[in-house]
C-alpha cells in the first residue's frame, strides 16, 4: 500500500480544456509539494502547501491542500501543451519518521 | 539550469560489470539525495547524505554503494546488479537535510541492465 494516491494515473485531454488532478493519502502530511517531471528531466518544484485549507496560485494552475492535510488537488485552467508531463506529489507524513514519499504521479497528455 | 548534473545520461551494463553514476551540484547545498525512478513504482528515495555524512539508507541492497566525497558531489557504485534494477536513477540537492527544503533534481542516468 502507497503512502500517496494519485488520480488519475493517466489523463489525455484537449488544449484549452480544464482539468484537475488528485494526491490522496490515509496519513496527515506536514506539507505537501507537486512536481512536473517531463521526459528525459528530472522532476521540478511546482509548489509547497503547508496550512490545511490552503490554496496557492501559480498561473494557471491552482494548487489546495485539504483541511485535514491528507488530500491535495491540483486544478490547470485552458491548459496546454507545455503543460504535458509527469505530476507528482510528494511530503513526509507526521508519524513517518524524517521519510519523503512520492505519490505514483499522474501522467498527463494534453493534446494540439 | 537546475544546478545539478549528472554523467552519464545513458549507461547500459551486464550483471558482471562494475560502473559508477556521478552527480554534481552547483548550487551550495548541503544535502544530496539517490533516488530510483522505475515504471512499476513511485520514486523511491534510496540514500541522503548531509554535510557529506550519510543519513538514511532506506533498506537499499549492497550492490549500490554511495560515495560522498564532499557536499558538491555524489557517486552511486553499482556492482553485480540485475535486470530489474534497470530504472532511472535521479540524484538531487537541497539546502540542507530537511525535506521541507526545496529540492533539485537531475536530469538522471537511464540505467539498462542486461
Known amino acids: 500500500t502507497q503512502l500517496l494516491e494519485q488520480s488519475p494515473q493517466f489523463l489525455s485531454i484537449q488544449e484549452g480544456e480544464n482539468l484537475t488532478v488528485y494526491c490522496n493519502s490515509s496519513?496527515?502530511?506536514?506539507?505537501l509539494q507537486w512536481y512536473r517531471q517531463e521526459p528525459g528531466e528530472g522532476p521540478v518544484l511546482l509548489v509547497t502547501?503547508?496550512?490545511?485549507?490552503e490554496v496557492k496560485k501559480l498561473k494557471r494552475l491552482t494548487f489546495q491542500f485539504g483541511d485535514a492535510r491528507k488530500d491535495s488537488s491540483l486544478h490547470i485552467t485552458a491548459a496546454q501543451t507545455g503543460d504535458t508531463g509527469l505530476y507528482l506529489c510528494?511530503?513526509?507524513?507526521?508519524?513517518?519518521?524524517?521519510?519523503?514519499?512520492f505519490g505514483p504521479g499522474t501522467r498527463l497528455s494534453v493534446l494540439p | 539550469e537546475t544546478g545539478v548534473t549528472q554523467t552519464p545520461r545513458h549507461l547500459v551494463m551486464g550483471m558482471t560489470n562494475k560502473k559508477s553514476l556521478k552527480c554534481e551540484q552547483h548550487l551550495g547545498h548541503n544535502a544530496m539525495y539517490w533516488y530510483k525512478q522505475s515504471a512499476k513504482k513511485p520514486l523511491e528515495l534510496m540514500f541522503v547524505y548531509s554535510l557529506e555524512e550519510r543519513v538514511e539508507n532506506n533498506s537499499v541492497p549492497s550492490r549500490f554503494s554511495p560515495e560522498c566525497p564532499n557536499s558538491s558531489h555524489l557517486f552511486l557504485h553499482l556492482h553485480t546488479l540485475q535486470p530489474e534494477d534497470s530504472a532511472l536513477y535521479l540524484c538531487?540537492?537541497?539546502?540542507?537535510?530537511?525535506?521541507?527544503?526545496?529540492?533539485?533534481f537531475g536530469p538522471g542516468t537511464r540505467l539498462t541492465v542486461l
Open positions: 510528494a511530503g513526509a507524513p507526521v508519524n513517518y519518521g524524517q521519510n519523503f514519499v
Open positions: 496519513s496527515v502530511f506536514s506539507s
Open positions: 502547501v503547508v496550512t490545511g485549507g
Open positions: 538531487a540537492s537541497s539546502r540542507d537535510a530537511v525535506f521541507t527544503d526545496t529540492q533539485y
